[in-house]
């Protein structure tokens, strides 16, 4: 592992928290591990305030490189551009708001020795509430190749803001590609529909900060029209059946337009949640 480079992509924007970001970013950086590139893009303007601490920031740290971007271009450009602009072969995922556990990158380092054949290294997360002590869930994702590919038919098999990844192979699927709330679910299906592998290490790597009425919030007839062209995206690639795909629409549906707010939070918290 003492061989084994890697960076770093995070992003920001305009309405991230001052004090979280540096949190996160501290949070990488201070690893037992670390990394010898960190890519923060940023992702059109931010306040005064956050550029004075970027700048006062990459006074502290060398391996900081900053790139901006003129307008909120969004999510899925803003990482494209972010694992673009990296130089090693191994990248990390990052949010400007989440805080990585102190050996996270060495987990994933030794992951990668232990697997060569994977192409994306990740792991389960806990979900916070303003400390990382009041936990509020879990997303626990299956380990190996095979048993994410199955989960893959039903649900997003990866937690993004965990991943470590082979930069050359997502490239070859086209990279970090634009899919409404769905980008890294439509990038785990290009890139098993090419043939290559995933692993999820066993524990938490990654502590979440979530809103008190997340869950309630994953929901409306945009939401579910961009994941209902997904599994329309899926069957037709043959990855599930046509009754998997009404069954998933159909959930879908249930879940994110005809449930109520205040319903939809609690079958989060029981079913799609530890």
């Not at 990158?105 to 997360?125: C, D, N, T």
């Not at 008190?212 to 007839?221: A, D, S």
Request: proline fraction near 3%.
């Amino acid at each position: 592992m003492g061989k084994n480079k890697y960076s770093v992509c995070m992003a920001v924007y305009n309405n991230d928290n001052v004090a979280d970001f540096s949190a996160a970013l501290y949070s990488i950086y201070q690893q037992t591990y670390p990394p010898d590139e960190i890519i923060l893009v940023i992702d059109g303007p931010i306040s005064v305030i956050m550029k004075n601490v970027i700048d006062a920031i990459k006074d502290k740290i060398s391996i900081l490189k900053v790139i901006v971007l003129d307008q909120n271009m969004g999510h899925a450009i803003a990482r494209q551009t972010g694992l673009y602009a990296s130089k090693n072969e191994l990248v990390a995922i990052m949010d400007a708001d989440d805080i990585s556990v102190p050996d996270r990158f060495e987990k994933q380092l030794k992951a990668f020795e232990e697997h060569p054949e994977v192409s994306v290294v990740g792991g389960h997360i806990n979900e916070f509430v303003k400390t990382t002590d009041n936990v509020v869930g879990s997303r626990i994702v299956p380990e190996m190749d095979i048993e994410i590919k199955e989960y893959l038919k039903s649900r997003c098999p990866m937690n993004f803001v965990t991943v470590m990844l082979k930069k050359s192979d997502v490239m070859k699927v086209g990279g970090y590609q634009d899919w409404y709330c769905e980008e890294d679910y439509y990038l785990w299906i290009r890139l098993s529909l090419a043939g290559y592998k995933f692993y999820n290490i066993q524990e938490n790597l990654v502590n979440v900060r979530v809103g008190e009425e997340m869950y309630q919030r994953r929901g409306g007839i945009r939401y579910f029209k961009s994941e209902a062209k997904l599994q329309k995206y899926i069957w037709k690639h043959k990855i599930i059946s046509f009754p998997k795909y009404f069954y998933n629409v159909s959930i879908r549906f249930a879940l994110q337009v005809a449930m109520p707010n205040w319903l939809r939070g609690w079958v989060f918290r029981i079913f799609a949640r530890r």
